[in-house]
């Protein structure tokens, strides 16, 4: 494949850690557990060079947890992982942005950012023109986002 996101050679990786042997049902089988950014540029499963943007993917039934590229989560399972790092992009640019909805919702259930945060987020997430107070509290979330997918590798 000419982009070198290989899906035959992403379905060899994925397939042996899944319980459904056929790819429709397997792929349904993986949920989006974590977002990092690497240090050092990774191989994803399907043999794409270099990735940065990862996703800890865990497979519902077996338990089997693996890292695969933002690409590959997208294009292959469905999952809009790409509007997370794209939150995460325009904070770490401006942490006067706030983020965006989907990465509202995924950290919220990761626990990242509790109830409140998140109903916040929610309520003012377009908003512009924040009080100070309100602003102060957006930079708090920002700051708990990124602390959360702080770059991992060598500590
Ligand atoms: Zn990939």
């Not at 792929?27 to 043999?47: F, H, M, N, Y």
């Not at 399972?77 to 770490?92: E, P, T």
């Not at 706030?98 to 377009?126: C, K, L, M």
């Amino acid at each position: 494949m000419s982009d070198g996101y290989n899906l035959t050679q992403l379905k060899a990786g994925i397939l042996p850690l899944s319980r459904a042997q056929e790819w429709e049902v397997a792929r349904k089988e993986w949920k989006l557990v974590g977002i990092s950014q690497a240090d050092e540029p990774e191989t994803c499963l399907c043999g794409h060079f270099p990735i940065i943007d990862l996703c800890t993917i865990t497979n519902a039934i077996t338990g089997n947890t693996v890292d695969v590229g933002n690409v590959c989560v997208k294009k292959f399972l469905g999952f809009r992982s790409d509007l997370i790092f794209a939150s995460i992009k325009r904070i770490k640019r401006n942490p006067n942005k706030s983020i965006g909805p989907d990465a509202a919702v995924f950290f919220h259930r990761q626990g990242i950012i509790n109830e409140w945060e998140y109903r916040f987020q929610q309520d003012t997430g377009r908003k512009r023109d924040l009080t100070a107070k309100q602003l102060a509290t957006r930079h708090s979330i920002n700051r708990k986002v990124l602390a959360s997918i702080a770059r991992r590798g060598i500590a």
